[in-house]
Antibody, heavy 121, light 106 residues
Framework: QLQLQESGPGLVKPSETLSLTCNVS??????????WGWIRQPPGKGLEWIGS???????FYKPSLKSRVTISADTSKNQFSLRLNSVTAADTAVYYC?????????????WGQGTLVTVSS | DIQMTQSPSSLSASVGDRVTITCRAS??????LNWYQQKPGKAPKLLIY???SLQSGVPSRFSGSGSGTDFTLTISGLQPEDIATYYC?????????FGQGTKVEI
């Protein structure tokens, strides 16, 4: 059974960089056809896709976040990571990692449990 | 970007009721529409993909329909465990986008 688990600091100061890692078990991020990405949810609000990566390094980012986001993958550790720089209070959210089911549509079939990141001094 | 609009934002129903949630896309997305269920404190769970295909393990009381810009999620016989917020999501083009959610209460 595929499992995804987010990890990283729960508190980040304004203007600093948010860094999270998603560890994947029960399957390989190098498996052909799957993309791995990040989706966030501010407290009490809806879901926002941030970006996704293919194991080869090909990335897709939400245009409005693209200038601040970097997603990378480490196939040797079977994990992928998110870096979001110059954070503000608006970046406070539960961050989920998720698998895109295939390359034909943006459908997310496996999700991590989520991790709350608060941006505050 | 494609905008997704759900209605209603919330609803209250009784056990056994038929519940319908609608989702409208700002432009045609063919059948590239997914539905997710999110329970409090949990990650979203994929219920339906490409508008009407039931994800493995999802009860058959959930169904989806629609194409183009207008879509519907139906729960035929609401159960207590169906209390959750439901999100539609267009999977047609980048960036994928979610509706604002519909909270279902009993």
């Amino acid at each position: 059974q595929l499992q995804l688990q987010e990890s990283g600091p729960g508190l980040v100061k304004p203007s600093e960089t948010l860094s999270l890692t998603c560890n994947v078990s029960g399957g390989s991020i190098s498996s052909s056809g799957y993309y791995w990405g990040w989706i966030r949810q501010p407290p009490g609000k809806g879901l926002e896709w941030i970006g996704s990566i293919y194991y080869s390094g090909s990335t897709f980012y939400k245009p409005s976040l693209k200038s601040r986001v970097t997603i990378s993958a480490d196939t040797s550790k079977n994990q992928f990571s998110l870096r979001l720089n110059s954070v503000t209070a608006a970046d406070t959210a539960v961050y989920y990692c998720a698998r895109r089911i295939d390359s034909s549509s943006w459908t997310f079939d496996y999700w991590g449990q989520g991790t709350l990141v608060t941006v505050s001094s | 970007d494609i905008q997704m609009t759900q209605s209603p934002s919330s609803l209250s129903a009784s056990v056994g009721d038929r519940v319908t949630i609608t989702c409208r896309a700002s432009q045609s997305i063919s059948s590239y529409l997914n539905w997710y269920q999110q329970k409090p404190g949990k990650a979203p769970k994929l219920l339906i993909y490409v508008a009407s295909s039931l994800q493995s393990g999802v009860p058959s009381r959930f169904s989806g329909s629609g194409s183009g810009t207008d879509f519907t999620l139906t729960i035929s016989g609401l159960q207590p465990e169906d209390i959750a917020t439901y999100y539609c999501q267009q999977s047609y083009i980048t960036p994928p986008a979610f509706g604002q959610g519909t909270k279902v209460e009993i």
